[in-house]
Structure formats: C-alpha cells, structure tokens
C-alpha cells in the first residue's frame, strides 16, 4: 500500500491531461478494448473469465484429493503421468496431498469467490445499478485487475517449483508457514504463496476503494441511497469489509515475511523440529497469527457472501415479481453483518487456550450473527410467498442459495459455541459448515448473477435446458457431498488427514468416502457442462431482442442491449423511484426511470 | 474523469479523487492499528525487552511537523496563484520528508550502538516491531514524496496551464495524515512499548 500515493499522483495526472483535451475520443484497439481496458464492463469479464480459469482448477485439486479419500487403496497410472513424481505408482503422496487441499482452499476463497465473484460483479453493475458511466477511477479499477493477474501468475507458477506449493493449510498458520525447515512445501512455495497474497491484497484494496467512491460519489440523479438496489447495498458493505480488514492480513504477512527471512520472533519460539533441531528464535507466538489472520479471516467469509446475499435479493424479487419484502430492514441486516463480522474473529480460535472468559464473549457475538441471518431468510422467505414465480434458471440459483444458507447458517450456530467447538474444531464438520453456508451458497449465488446478467453481459442467452441440468445435479451434489460429512465431523473425524483407513474408528466412514468422491466427480462434470453452455452462448446464444428481457426495474436495462464505454448514449437516466416496484398498482413492474404518477399508491 | 463533472450538478459532492483518499487512509489506519494492537498483545505475552526510543526521533518529528506547516503554506501559495511561491514551498516539503526517513534510518542506526538489532536472530520482537512499524511508516512518507515531485513538476508545465487545486489538496491531506500518524506512533511507542 505504500504505492498509493504514487498511483493517485500518477492518476491525477492522467485526469489533467484529459482535462487539457477536452473532446477527445477514445480510440479503441484491440489492446484498448480487451487486454488494457478501462471499461468497468471489460474489467468485469476480465475478473470473470479469470476467476473461471480458477475454479477449474481448483476444483479439479478436490476431484484429485477427494480421489485420495476415496480410494486410498487404489493406483491410478494416469496419475502419475500428470502429476508425476506428485503420484508415483499412480498414487498422491502426502505432500503432493496437502499442497492439492492448500492450494484449492487458497485458490477458491481468493481467487475465485473473491476476486471472480466481487470482482466480476461490483465492476459490472455497480456503474450500472448505480447510474454512473464507470467507475471513480478507470485507471486504478485496470490496475486492480492487473495486479490480480500478478498474483494469479506468481500462484500459479508455485505449482511448479522443485519442492512443491505451499502446503500448510489455507490459513498458512506458522511454524507451517514461517519456516522454511519445516516442510517441502515451507520453502519456495510459501515465498510465491507470500508474493502472490500481497499482490492480490493490493489488487482489493485498489478495486474496493474505487467501488466505495463509485457508490458513495457517482449516483445518477435522483438515485438516493434508499433508491438503491439491494445488489449495490451488498457490494458496497463487502467493499468496506475489504478494505478495512485485507490491511490487517497485510501486516500479519509482513511479520511473516520478517520470521521467514530475516530472522525476527514474532510467531516463531524456541520449538523443536525434528531435522533441524531447536530454533534459535524466542518467545514469538503462532496465536499472534491466528489473530492477525483472523481478523481477515471472518470478515472475509462475509466478503465472499455478502455480494451472493445482494445479487439473490435482486434476483428473487424480480423473478417473483413482488417487491423485495423489508427493503430497510435487509440494509439494516447487512450493516449488522458487517459491524459483528469484526467483532468474532476469535470464534475460529476457541480452542487455542483462548481465555474462557473472553472465549464466552465470542460465543456471544457470533451468536448475535444469526439474528440479522435469521431476517434476511425471513425476507427472501416471504418475497417468495405467493410470489408469481418465473423459474429461470437464475432464479433456481437464488433459490438455491437460500437453502443452503439456512442449512449452513444453522450448524454455524452449533460451531458458535465453545464447548461444542471442543468437540467439532478441525473436524468434517466445520468442513461441512462452511462449504455449505460459504463455498457452495456463494457459488450459487455466482450462478444465479451469471444467468440473471449475461443478457446484459453478451446480449445472448444462455441455453435454459443445460441450465436446469446445471441447477438440479449442482443443488442435489452439494447435499450428498457435504451433509454426510456432518456425521463424519460428529463422530470425530479430524479435516486435513491423508487416509482415515488406517484408523479404526473411521474405517466405518470408508464407504461414505467413496460415496462422496463419487458425487464430486459427477458434480464436476456438471461445471463443465455449465462452462461449455457459458462459452457456446457468448457466440451462439439466442439473442437478445428486447432492452428488458427480465422486465426489469433496474438502471441496467435501460442501456442498449449492447452498451458501448460509457453505458448510455445519451444523457444518463433520471431515478424517480426505488428498484422495487413490482407489481405495483395493477402493473407488472414500473422502472425506476419512470415518474411518479399523479395517481399512484404509496410511494418509496 | 469528465464524468464525475456530469455526475456533480445536481449537487455538489467531494471529488471523488478525494473520496478515494479518504478511503484509502482509513485503509491505511487500519493497518497500522493491526500492527500496533499486534504490538500490545506481544507486550503482554512476555519476553519483551524495554528500551528507551532513540533520541533522534524527536528531531525527526519536530522535522515532519514543519513539513506539514510548509505543505500547508504551499496550499495556500497555490490558492493564491503564487505560483514560485508554491515551487519552493513544496520543494522543501519534499526535502523535510526526505530528511525525516533519514533520520529515522539514523534512529536504527543508534539503537543498532546500543545492541539492540532490529532484525535476525538476536533480535527481541519489541525492537523488530518498531522497525517495521516505522519502516512502514517511513514508505509512506516517501509515497508522499514521489506525489510532491509529481505535482512539482506538473506546475512547471508550460504548455498546459493548470489550476485545479483538486491534486494538490490530496497531496496536502494525505501529506498532513502521515503526519498524524507519525504522532500516533511515536506516542504509542513512547507510551505502550518503552516502560
Ligand atoms: C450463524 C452464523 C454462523 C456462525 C455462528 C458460524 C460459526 C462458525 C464457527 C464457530 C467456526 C469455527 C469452527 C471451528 O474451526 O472449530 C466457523 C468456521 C467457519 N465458518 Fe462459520 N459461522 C456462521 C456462518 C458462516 C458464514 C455465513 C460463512 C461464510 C459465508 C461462514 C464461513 C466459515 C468458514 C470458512 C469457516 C472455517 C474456516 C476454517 O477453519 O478453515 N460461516 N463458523
Ligand atoms: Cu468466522
């Protein structure tokens, strides 16, 4: 972050200079257009294809690891010719093991729910909702994917050192992660695992503070903040997150960096490791990480959620055709998520010898999350009732997601309280929990944003049969994934170990294993099909014909159906109303664009 | 960025430049203030070695505080159109922030005489925190000498004649808030870390 200056002197000199020209055109190349683009809706596909490339690959490591989990007796050749010596005799070492399940949780909740998901979406419809013709800075929203490519680079380029990525665990806890002795994947890969996190930090922090000044400073006239879509609500409390909290894992980095390299004690004490001997460092302390880590950590799950929150609220109310039940009160729940989501942290360190005393505080405050949780179910439940629902696929996601948020949120509330979490930490079941309420709810919620959008996005539609085909195994494969490893966390089945056949009490989950690796192959499949259906559309989808296919209330739609740089031809709309007047006075839904009428009902 | 002008009639908000600013500050705060409770909860688990703050820092924020007053006066100068004025004024602004990271490196350097090393094995984290904290410090600093010099020039341009105040007051704030900050820290410092 030291650049900032740097980057705002730089930009402000670019906004004098076009100052100093004024009327002049942008004269688009291909690199202009595609590759250096300033338009937020580039950016966006940018952020989208990339964050594609990731899940793949992530996914891809679960469909290997899960195989491991699986089978853990069986040999696959095959494997060995990709992986090489990773799978001698067609068999995933250990190492190879723990780099796949860093790597993947490492890859999908930065990468990929982060960057592809808020990414893609804050850069295509906050100018959008909003009514701005793109973002405060242009310049520095580039950058923000740029650097994002970096660290996508340099993560990437870790799978191919001599020893390995990083292979630690996401949360890259030390002495894993601050020592190089400790594991193969320790050395170069936690270096590129170091560079690539920094540089992705700097990728949200430029790309956040830039989606705050765009919300807060450039609403088209008439657009008041209680004019805004829920969608815009949601980015913009996830943007605050991001910027508040990505700086405090800047600084748990950098003493990390300092242990690694330069020999200072801040996590690392006199501890013994086995080819190596005592370390020569004091008194340094790995629940200082944890804490600095954390404090990212939490807010970050709700970064990954908030915008899939915001997205599903839009999404259900239109296809419902009723106004979005409690609009205040959904702001309002954001905002209490947003204030609690610092104020637990500790939760995920309950068992650390974390005092009682303060653990019992913590117990507290994350309980207090299911209450603004509980409401936003209760909306979405009630804009539902008796809606006249239009199945899309978008609107199954959103559907979806709401599911599996109450399935999630619930044994969230079991976790939340420390003497459980005695009994449940670091096993399948936290596994369950947040792949449940996180990795799969905000996925779905990323669904649910692609189909609704990509009118928007490619003035095409996506293949509506492939997308119920999408919809109906991805929902029924994440329950057969993830509810079973409920019963496995409960009967004490530890995360993060190489093959349970060894020990006798888990040899009873040896078929449920092989059950899930199943499902998870079938599952993965089905992402391809949606990524053959998303890549066959762009050029071969059915065309968009009307400005509003959704009949829409929001600014987006009154754009052409292919909007050039700087979204509308002409003057920017006017907002007279809020985003919700569905089914209003006898009408199906009335836009935002439109004047109050002399005789209409109640107004927002 | 002629948008932001079309989006303003109606009613007149910050630029957003400025905005971005002050997002990015509180940004910034924020990670000063994980380090520094990083700091504290170090302190209180023990092994902490005490030592009193090199002297030399109290040059160095008297040096900085001038600076912000000569920032200050600069702004003024460029309100007024003094244009040689502003030049110098901002030149020593750039020379003040200069000179400060050099004190504070001179401020290593003493606790260095004393055996107190910052860095590598030897060293106790109560004297690696400092260093990092102001070493981070000290780049921001700097940061906001690269944007002096940026601007400095941009007033030598004689081809395009500028007066738009807006880069020069985000120069201005954020050369006023590492300032504060620095205020902040030596406070802390002088206050939670040495005894
Ligand atoms: C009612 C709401 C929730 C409560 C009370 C809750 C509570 C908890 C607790 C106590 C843990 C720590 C378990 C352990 O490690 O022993 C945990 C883990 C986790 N939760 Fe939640 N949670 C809630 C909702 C959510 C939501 C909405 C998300 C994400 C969007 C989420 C994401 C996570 C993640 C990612 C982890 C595990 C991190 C790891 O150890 O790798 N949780 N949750
Ligand atoms: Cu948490």
Known sequence: ?604 | MDMAATNDIEKKRMHPHKFVLWIAMGSIVMMFAGLTSAYIVKRNDGNWLEFPMPSVFWYSTVTIIISSLTMYLAQKAFKAREMARYRSLISVTAFLGVLFAVLQFVGFIQLGHQNIPLFGVKSNPSASFLGIITGLHVLHVLGGVIALIVIFFRAHRTRVKSYNSVPVEIVGTYWHFVDILWIYLFIFFNMVGTG
Do not use: C
């Open chain 1, 1 to 604: 972050m030291s650049n900032e200056a740097v980057l705002h002197a730089h930009e402000v000199s670019h906004d004098v200079h076009h100052g100093g020209h004024d009327g002049h055109h942008h004269h688009e190349n291909f690199i202009t257009k595609y590759v250096f683009s300033q338009d937020h809706k580039m950016i966006a596909k940018q952020f989208l294809i990339t964050g594609m490339v990731w899940a793949v690959l992530g996914g891809l490591m679960s469909v290997l690891f899960r195989l491991q989990l699986g089978y853990p007796e069986a040999s696959f050749p095959w494997l060995e010719d990709i992986l090489g010596k990773w799978a001698k005799g067609g068999h995933i070492s250990a190492e190879a093991y723990y780099a796949l399940v860093t790597t993947h949780g490492t890859v999908l909740v930065f990468f990929v729910l982060t960057a592809g998901l808020s990414g893609t979406f804050s850069n295509f419809l906050i100018p959008l909702q909003v009514g701005a013709r793109d973002m405060a800075s242009p310049l520095m929203n580039m950058l923000s994917y740029w650097f994002f490519f970096l660290a996508s680079i340099v993560m990437l380029s870790s799978m191919f050192v001599e020893t390995g990525p990083f292979s630690g665990g996401w949360t890259a806890y030390p002495p894993l992660s601050a020592l190089g002795d400790a594991s193969p994947g320790s050395k170069t890969g936690m270096d590129l695992w170091l560079i690539a996190m920094a540089l992705f930090v700097v990728s949200q922090l430029l790309a956040g503070l830039n989606y705050i000044a765009t919300i807060l400073n450039m609403r088209t006239k008439g657009m008041s903040m209680t004019r805004l879509p829920l969608t815009i609500w949601a980015l913009f409390f996830t943007a605050v997150l991001g910027v508040l909290s990505f700086p405090v894992l800047f600084s748990g980095f950098i003493l990390l960096i300092f242990d690694r390299n330069f020999g200072t004690s801040f996590y690392l004490s006199d501890i013994f490791i086995s080819s190596v001997g005592a370390l020569p460092n004091e008194g340094g302390s790995a629940i200082l990480y944890q804490h600095l880590f954390w404090f990212l950590g939490h807010p970050e799950v709700y970064i990954i959620l908030l915008p899939a929150m915001g997205m599903v609220s839009e999404i259900l109310s239109t296809n419902s055709r009723k106004p979005i039940f409690g609009y205040m009160a959904m702001i309002g729940s954001l905002f209490a998520i947003a204030i609690l989501a610092f104020l637990v942290w500790a939760h995920h360190m309950f068992v650390t010898g974390l005092n009682p005393f303060l653990g019992s505080i913590f117990v507290l405050l994350t309980l207090l999350i299911a209450v603004p949780s509980a409401i936003k179910v209760f909306n979405w439940l009630t804009t539902l009732w008796r809606g006249n629902i239009r199945f899309t696929p978008g609107m199954l996601f959103a559907i979806g997601f709401v599911s599996l948020f109450i399935s999630g949120g619930l044994t969230g509330i079991w976790l939340g309280n420390s003497a459980l979490d005695i009994h449940l930490h670091d096993t399948y079941f936290v596994i369950a929990h947040f792949h449940i309420v996180m990795g799969v709810a905000s996925m779905f919620g990323m669904f649910a944003g692609i189909y609704h959008w990509y009118p928007k996005m490619y003035g095409r539609f996506m293949n509506n049969t492939l997308g119920y085909i999408h919809f109906w195994v991805t929902i029924a494969g994440a329950y057969l994934i993830f509810w079973p490893m409920h019963y496995e966390g409960l009967a004490g089945m530890p995360r993060r170990y190489y093959d349970y056949s060894v020990w006798e009490s888990f040899k009873q989950f040896v078929e449920l294993n092989r059950f899930i690796s199943t499902v998870v192959i079938i599952v993965f499949a089905v992402q391809l099909l949606f990524l053959a259906n998303f890549f066959y559309s762009i050029w071969k989808g059915r065309k968009v014909t009307t400005q509003n296919p959704w009949e829409s209330t929001t600014l987006e739609w009154t754009t052409p159906i292919r909007p050039g740089h700087g979204n509308w031809p002409g003057e920017i709309p006017e907002v007279h109303r809020w985003a919700y007047d569905y089914g209003k006075d006898g009408k199906s839904f009335i836009p935002q664009t439109t004047p109050v009428g002399d005789d209409e009902s109640e107004h927002h």
